[in-house]
């Protein structure tokens, strides 16, 4: 069964420094989601991306945040300057295109750890 | 804004029937999904209702009422393995990300 696959599985970072953390989506899938969840606390949306740009994004995917589809099959999260609040397990999602039944379905995620 | 509600903690017993209550509150709506999430990994799709009723899938069912802005996920046969964390997210009408609720501890005992 495909699946979203992601890496690093763990990241540890100084205060500061730049991170980026990989997804590559289920092959046919066209949109692409980044969600984030702190320690015991509910899984946040940050951003979703099709066709090559951004198509929403939500108050916590500020300036420190960006997203690019290098090639065909990577979809990347860059924190440009890490803060010790970004300390979070952060999950890739893709979906298919077309219906309203469009489930979202979850890689393994990267956990991050700023210190 | 949205706002999704769910209780923080259920405990059942092995072999039993559990329902998980969800009620919602959102600008628009597209659809109601559940998400089982295990501890330190990822949310994994159970179910989705977009219209009235009952939708169901082996051991689980979904349920929602849009008028009442309520759905409930009922998990039959308890095995131990459905100890989890269950997530109910809704998608409002204008946008396709979805918003999580803070989602409900399933503790299953034997």
Redesign the interface.
């Known amino acids: 069964e495909p699946e979203v696959t992601q890496t690093p599985s763990h990241q540890v970072t100084q205060m500061g420094q730049e991170v980026i953390l990989r997804c590559v989506p289920i092959s046919n899938h066209l949109?692409f989601?980044w969600?984030r969840q702190i320690l015991g606390?509910?899984?946040?949306?940050l951003v979703?991306f099709y066709n090559n740009e951004i198509?929403?994004k939500?108050e916590i995917f500020d300036d420190q945040f960006s997203v690019e589809r290098p090639d065909g099959s990577n979809f990347t999260l860059k924190i440009r300057s890490t803060k010790l609040e970004d300390s979070a397990?952060y999950?890739c999602a893709s979906?298919a295109s077309g219906t309203?039944?469009?489930?979202?379905?979850?890689?393994?995620?990267t956990r991050l750890l700023v210190l | 804004g949205q706002n999704i509600d769910q209780p923080t903690e259920m405990t059942a017993t092995e072999g039993a029937i559990v329902q998980i209550n969800c009620t919602y509150q959102t600008s628009g709506f597209n659809g109601l999904f559940w998400y089982q999430q295990h501890a330190g990994e990822a949310p994994t799709f159970l179910s989705y209702n977009v219209l009235d009723g009952l939708e169901e899938k082996g051991r689980f069912s979904s349920f929602l009422s849009r008028s009442k802005g309520y759905s409930y996920l009922l998990l039959k046969e308890l095995q131990m393995k459905d100890s989890a964390s269950y997530l109910c997210a809704v998608r409002s009408s204008s946008a396709r990300q979805l918003t999580f609720g803070s989602g409900t501890q399933l503790t299953v005992l034997p």
């Open positions: 949109y989601y969600y606390q509910k899984v946040e949306f979703s198509s929403e939500s397990m999950f979906s309203g039944r469009e489930t979202q379905y979850f890689g393994p995620g």
